[in-house]
């Protein structure tokens, strides 16, 4: 794997983090 395949790999994964947080703080958990 490449330094290139890894970098988008990285932003996918740090904005689905954003969207999870997003998520459960939007339904109100705990």
Known sequence: ???LM???LVIYGM???SK???W???SGCC
Do not use: D, E, G, N
């Open 6 to 8: 890894v970098i988008p």
């Open 24 to 26: 459960t703080t939007r």
């Open 1 to 3: 794997m490449s330094t």
């Open 15 to 17: 904005t689905a983090l």
């Open 20 to 22: 999870l947080q997003v």
